[in-house]
């Protein structure tokens, strides 16, 4: 080992013009070289010996983790490659494109005991059958158990303050440009048209008052999240009222692939929660991305999800995981949703709002 961490240190002087490739292949044969078949317990999960020297010896160099950070997309949710391989099965995939399924309207009762009626308690305290049914890993990142626990993060409370007149719920969208298959059609329609559908639904509705910020952050989608953090900042310190959340996207898939289900009858975009979790596999924990906040998020979306699948199956596509931050940490009840993607048209967008309001209601009020 002590050969090892020498030979990767006098690697430190021309690891500059290596390039991230290049710090990667020095690992790789340091690896092969003097420990082929060591694996170290880090974190409470088995590494290779390779991904402990980048963690530990070559993340010296400020060169390396640059490339590092870079070789990740931070404003890209959901990779294609990533979608293909969690959507399996074309068959599957054809069949759930054909066969429509219509979301019951049940009483609004503790969703809790209407989630925990359908699935039991005992299957869903099990991480993996979590993991399996209601959750998708980006491959560049890991969800640790302890991260997942059932039973703190089912049972928080997440309800808000009662009360008009001062907004609790502040609706944003990172990316403002994200458009439907038919936006010309329906004169421009874009995400930040289905947050003010969404607004209306629980102003209305459900006397929730919200905050609808309708800021363009995505000229250049790379620094999208980069260019919103102080705006969203200074509008929650002045309405210090505030405590939910929502950046509300749409997602970008397979062309060819229609994330559709049934609502009254007519189609209706899937929806899709999603978690940051500030920790790459070939980094480990970002730390200059801290997230405070990162269990009260994590508890909101599979609160929001497991109710999903419970009063409207079929409706939310599961809870994806990446590894950066994307922002969640300016609140406890920080939600980011993804509704549909390029290949739907506006109006099933749109239809989606309802429910999705409904299920807000049912775990904030």
């Not at 359908?118 to 890993?137: E, I, M, P």
């Amino acid at each position: 080992m002590v050969k090892v961490i020498a030979l990767g240190m006098l690697g430190m002087s021309f690891f500059g013009m290596l390039g991230l490739g290049g710090h990667r292949l020095l690992a790789g044969l340091m690896l092969h070289l003097e420990a082929p078949l060591i694996t170290y317990e880090t974190s409470g999960e088995k590494q290779s010996l390779g991904n402990l020297i980048e963690q530990v010896v070559l993340k010296q160099s400020p060169l390396y983790e640059y490339l590092s950070e870079k070789s990740y997309e931070q404003t890209s949710v959901e990779s294609s490659f990533s979608y293909s391989l969690r959507m399996r099965g074309k068959e599957k995939r054809r069949k759930e494109r054909i066969v429509a399924t219509e979301m019951p309207r049940q009483p609004s009762k503790s969703f809790r005991k209407a989630v925990v009626k359908k699935y039991g308690r005992r299957r869903l305290a099990s991480y993996a059958y979590l993991v399996k049914h209601f959750y998708h890993v980006d491959a560049t990142t890991r969800l640790s158990p302890r991260l997942l626990r059932f039973s703190s993060l089912f049972s928080k409370d997440l309800r808000i303050s009662p009360g008009k007149g001062k907004p609790r719920i502040l609706i944003y969208h990172t990316h403002a440009h994200e458009e439907y298959r038919d936006t010309g059609q329906c004169k421009g329609k874009t995400v930040v048209d289905l947050g003010e559908e969404l607004t209306t639904l629980l102003e209305k509705k459900y006397n929730m008052t919200v905050l609808h910020h309708k800021g363009v952050y995505d000229d250049n989608r790379n620094v999208a999240y980069s260019k919103a953090l102080p705006n969203i900042e200074r509008i929650l310190k002045n309405n210090p009222s505030i405590e939910v959340v929502i950046d509300l996207h749409r997602d970008g898939i397979a062309p060819g692939t229609h994330l559709v289900t049934r609502w009254k009858g007519k189609k209706t975009a899937k929806i899709m929660f999603f978690n940051g979790v500030s920790y790459s596999k070939a980094l480990g924990p970002i730390t200059y991305l801290q997230n405070p906040h990162l269990k009260d998020n994590l508890a909101f979306s599979m609160q929001m999800q497991l109710a999903a699948d419970t009063f409207y199956p079929g409706l939310s596509r599961g809870v994806y995981i990446k590894g950066y931050r994307y922002n969640m940490h300016l609140a406890g009840r920080n939600l980011l949703v993804e509704v549909g993607a390029q290949n739907n048209t506006y109006p099933e967008a749109k239809r989606a709002m309802e429910p999705l309001a409904d299920l807000l209601h049912r775990i904030l009020q």
